[in-house]
T-cell receptor, first 113, second 111 residues
Framework: GQQLNQSPQSMFIQEGEDVSMNCTSSSIFNTWLWYKQDPGEGPVLLIALYKAGELTSNGRLTAQFGITRKDSFLNISASIPSDVGIYFCAGPASGGSYIPTFGRGTSLIVSSV | NAGVTQTPKFQVLKTGQSMTLQCAQDMNHNSMYWYRQDPGMGLRLIYYSASEGTTDKGEVPNGYNVSRLNKREFSLRLESAAPSQTSVYFC??????????FGPGTRLTVL
């Protein structure tokens, strides 16, 4: 099956800093999804991208669907302590499958100033 | 509107015991899924059901069975639990091609 490489694996930042993480695939994707998982909870969908080059924002979060359709990026601006959690990228590869594959996640820790 | 609910929230089993994890959704979604989450491994698909009456294997189906009881409910059964099945199990639902809604998870320990 397709491989999803998510980086970085973990990040430790200070409140107020901006955060960038990305996801690359060995296959072309027709949808990119970004989820956040709070400790002890299930993942929650943050942003969905459906078109190459698409740039979508949700509050302080911005995600982009890469032009090559093999990558996607998530940025968080002015981080706050409640941004702590694990961020997953996911997406179904093209070719008819709609079943998402998940990356291994980026663990984000935000320390208060 | 409860979304996706899962029972139980926690379970401890002995090796060889059986149990069924229950999942229900009230969003009228056609597709439902079972994942397991292990540290550093992300979410791995065990089984899914594209629509009522159909089920298919995912990435890691061995040792599990599923039943799509009706449109709302999708259960996961461990017939003979093994320590390797210690994990957090998530149920999810969606409409085809759209993002999934996840339940709160079942934390299973097999001794």
């Amino acid at each position: 099956g397709q491989q999803l490489n998510q980086s970085p694996q973990s990040m430790f930042i200070q409140e107020g800093e901006d955060v960038s993480m990305n996801c690359t695939s060995s296959s072309i994707f027709n949808t990119w999804l970004w989820y956040k998982q709070d400790p002890g909870e299930g993942p929650v969908l943050l942003i969905a991208l459906y078109k190459a080059g698409e740039l979508t924002s949700n509050g302080r979060l911005t995600a982009q669907f890469g032009i090559t359709r093999k990558d996607s990026f998530l940025n968080i601006s002015a981080s706050i302590p409640s941004d702590v959690g694990i961020y997953f990228c996911a997406g179904p590869a093209s070719g008819g499958s709609y079943i998402p594959t998940f990356g291994r996640g980026t663990s984000l820790i935000v320390s208060s100033v | 509107n409860a979304g996706v609910t899962q029972t139980p929230k926690f379970q401890v089993l002995k090796t060889g015991q059986s149990m069924t994890l229950q999942c229900a959704q009230d969003m009228n979604h056609n597709s439902m899924y079972w994942y397991r989450q292990d540290p550093g491994m992300g979410l791995r698909l065990i089984y899914y059901s594209a629509s009522e009456g159909t089920t298919d294997k995912g990435e890691v189906p061995n040792g599990y069975n599923v039943s799509r009881l009706n449109k709302r409910e999708f259960s996961l059964r461990l017939e003979s639990a093994a320590p390797s099945q210690t994990s957090v199990y998530f149920c999810a639902s969606s409409e085809m091609g759209l993002g999934q809604f996840f339940g709160p998870g079942t934390r299973l320990t097999v001794l």
